[in-house]
Nanobody, 120 residues
Framework: QVQLVESGGGLVQPGGSLRLSCAAS????????MAWFRQARGKQRELVAA???????NYADSVKGRFTISRDNAKNTVYLQMNSLKLEDTAVYYC??????????????WGQGTQVTVAS
């Protein structure tokens, strides 16, 4: 059984910073790409940032230059450093781990989501 546990969300003022963490636990042999998605109220879930196991990154245009994704492969953990937060960054942020290889199974997993609220 693989679980993704997110932490670090909360309430922050515009211009502030938050750091999200997502730790994958279980009998994991390897993980492919790890990513952060977000879903604002009334909107579809969108990709925020992704990081492959080889180190390639991909960011949504709306967060480029403000957000940084990183990962600690030894800890099966991915981070999202969010700086210069804007009101429009308010959303539930979800962690995704792709191509997670366990005993006999390879599939994607999602975290439960963590709320990020940017408000003055």
């Amino acid at each position: 059984q693989v679980q993704l546990v997110e932490s670090g969300g909360g309430l922050v003022q515009p211009g502030g910073s938050l750091r999200l963490s997502c730790a994958a636990s279980g009998s994991i042999f390897s993980i492919g790409a790890m990513a952060w998605f977000r879903q604002a109220r009334g909107k579809q879930r969108e990709l925020v940032a992704a990081l492959t196991s080889g180190g390639s990154t991909n960011y949504a245009d709306s967060v480029k230059g403000r957000f940084t994704i990183s990962r600690d492969n030894a800890k099966n953990t991915v981070y999202l450093q969010m700086n210069s937060l804007k009101l429009e960054d308010t959303a539930v942020y979800y962690c995704n781990a792709g191509n997670v290889q366990t005993v006999g199974v390879r599939r994607d997993y999602w975290g439960q989501g963590t709320q990020v609220t940017v408000a003055s």
